[in-house]
């Protein structure tokens, strides 16, 4: 390490000292709290994507953002090289510098030993995006990890407001040298608007497109669907509320505020549309509503997606003759609901994993596929799609015995391809893609929900004193400890016909999460809230 870089960090530290007694883990999407309490973690994860990038040879990503969260919050997320999250090897080495403290000399040595162990010379070159969400304290979060970067000769690529998505969008292009996609933002509008155009051109007896209102949870995706809204305005009429101009990021409105209360948002008129969505803070999520003839709120979310998607693609694969080259599977995680689950082993014999929560679980093992399918039930995911896949679509293709049919099928599926977001879950993608496939099938949002019946959910928040005290196991369905608590859990469980409940720890809020199911709404609310009297019982 040299003494410039060591002077430049030592200023850094004194500027934005570490508060006393605090700790913080790399959780489900990165460090994620209050947003006064972060400056000092900028310091260390902007070192740290300086490693990552050295020892990568490629650019890495720093978004600055707390997604879902109040604005209150913010955080910090790293994003490798193809446009993935951070490999989790590497979420050690940030939990190890968020425990050291200010004193130089020890961060020093352990940034000089790290660098040995990763075989970083100090000039061995480095590059940095970072962009940043709309709160008010991202500028300076993402000033602290530009300067911490610079100090170990990183070159920074700025690209300032942007969503979660495009930026992961943009490292896999950076890195990919323009094979996936250019890397500006103008580049990832292009792409995704050309492939929805092509899609909707190219099918016969393509349904006309419903009028969308979107909720933009008064965050970055509003500015950013103001530019598709008009460059697809010949093909979709889009109005766009909750676009910061009045209302607070995420409060009464977003993806997260709608699927966990089940309601519609605030800030939007619900007699006018006959489709509605709602995105998050950062824009990585999507969830889909709509207000039926009884006047009732009617949602769909993740688990929806999945079943959407996995039938769209099932189906064209079909067409293509593909269908028993490729192999197609849906990821899934604990609350998901049983419903969906059940629809798609049973009913469409789709196969389907559970993982922890986190795209970074979901993503990985959707690898295990040639299209991989994957979503939260919160309306987070993507699809991915193997290189063996694209290969046999190209085939088919250029292959002059193929039919018209298999072609056009074939042709529908590269162009969906470019529809998706693959590096990450990404609302504006699986917007786009949504409204494609339904134009396509068809088929209105009801017809969509038609598709099964959900099981009544309920999922709940607890304050408790300190959340690490509960673990879990089974892709967290069951939990570890405190003591009994699952046994407790189990025992009101079985009082339930088709109920089943489960607890786990936010990895990005300071709560932890009950999720209960059970066949009837006032019997998954009764069950939750059992549960979550025991949480609070054994959390004492
Ligand atoms: C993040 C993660 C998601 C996760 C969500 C909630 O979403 O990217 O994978 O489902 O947090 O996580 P937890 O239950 O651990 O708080 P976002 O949209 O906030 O980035």
């Known amino acids: 390490m040299t003494h410039i870089a060591k002077e430049k960090l030592a200023t850094l530290l004194m500027e934005y000292p570490k508060p006393a007694g605090i700790v913080m883990g790399y ?65 050690v080495y940030a939990n190890n510098l968020s425990v050291l403290d200010d004193d130089i000399h020890i961060l020093s040595d352990y940034l000089e ?65 323009g094979t996936y996609g ?24 393509i349904q006309r497109f419903e009028p969308l209102a979107i909720d933009a949870a008064n965050g970055i995706g509003a500015m950013k669907l103001a530019y598709m809204r008009q460059t697809l305005a010949k093909y979709i009429h889009i109005e766009i509320f909750n676009d910061g101009t009045r209302g607070h990021l995420n409060e009464k409105c977003g993806a997260d505020y709608v699927k966990l209360y089940q309601k519609a ?53 079909k067409e293509a003759k593909l269908a028993d080259d490729v192999k197609i599977g849906v990821i899934q995680t604990a609350y998901a609901n049983g419903r969906s689950t059940d629809y798609l082993v049973n009913k469409m014999h789709v196969p389907v994993a559970c993982v922890p929560t986190g795209v ?59 529809i998706i977001n693959e590096t990450v879950g990404d609302a504006i993608a699986d917007l786009l893609a949504t409204e494609v496939i339904l134009s396509i099938l068809h088929l209105n949002l009801e ?50 016909p088709s109920g089943r409940a489960f607890v786990r720890p936010s990895g990005t809020e300071d709560i932890v999460r009950v999720y209960a199911e059970a066949l009837t709404q006032q019997e998954a609310d009764d069950l939750a809230d059992k549960v979550r009297v025991v949480v609070e019982q054994l959390t004492k």
Not at 60 to 81: C, F, Q, R, W
Not at 292 to 311: I, M, P, Y
Not at 360 to 369: F, Q, R, V
Not at 460 to 482: F, G, H, N, S, Y
């Open 447 to 496: 017809g969509w929900l038609n598709l099964y019946d959900d099981l009544p959910q309920r999922q709940l928040k607890v304050a408790v004193r300190d959340r690490t005290m509960i673990q879990t196991t089974d892709a967290e369905r069951r939990c570890v400890t405190p003591p009994h608590l699952q046994d407790c859990i189990d025992e009101l469980v079985s009082k339930y």
């Open 182 to 205: 250019h890397y500006t933002e103008a580049g990832y509008f292009d792409k995704l608007c050309t492939a929805f155009q092509n899609l909707i051109e190219m099918t016969p007896n």
């Open 27 to 91: 959780g489900t999407a990165g460090f994620r709290a209050r947003a006064d309490t972060l400056p000092w973690i900028m310091i260390r994860i902007g070192i740290l994507a300086a490693f990552r990038s050295k020892v990568k040879r490629a650019c890495v990503g720093a978004m600055i953002t707390a997604s879902h969260n109040p604005e209150y919050d913010n955080g910090v997320k790293l994003i490798d090289p193809y446009g993935e999250m951070l490999e989790q090897a590497w979420e």
């Open 360 to 418: 970074k679980h979901l993503h990985h093992k959707a690898l295990d596929y040639d299209i991989g399918v994957y979503f939260e039930a919160n309306g987070h995911g993507t699809v991915i799609f193997s290189s063996e896949l694209k290969s046999k679509i190209k085939m088919v293709l250029e292959d002059p015995k193929r039919t018209v049919e298999e072609r056009l099928a074939a042709n529908q599926i590269r162009a969906f391809i470019n």
């Open 265 to 317: 948002p605030d800030g939007i008129p619900l007699t006018n549309y006959s489709k509605y969505c709602s995105i998050d803070g950062d824009a990585d999520r999507l969830i889909y509503f709509f207000i039926d003839k009884n006047n009732q709120f009617r949602l769909l979310d993740g688990d929806r997606f999945s079943v959407l998607f996995a039938s769209f693609l099932a189906m064209k694969l």
């Open 113 to 177: 030993n790290l660098m040995n162990q990763l075989n970083i010379q100090a000039n061995d070159e480095g590059i940095v995006a970072i962009a940043y969400d709309t709160r008010q304290s991202s500028p300076l979060l993402a000033s602290i990890v530009k300067r911490a970067a610079q100090a170990f000769y990183t070159t920074i690529m700025d690209f300032e407001l942007m969503t979660t998505p495009q930026l992961h969008y943009a490292v896999r292009c950076y890195n990919d040298n």
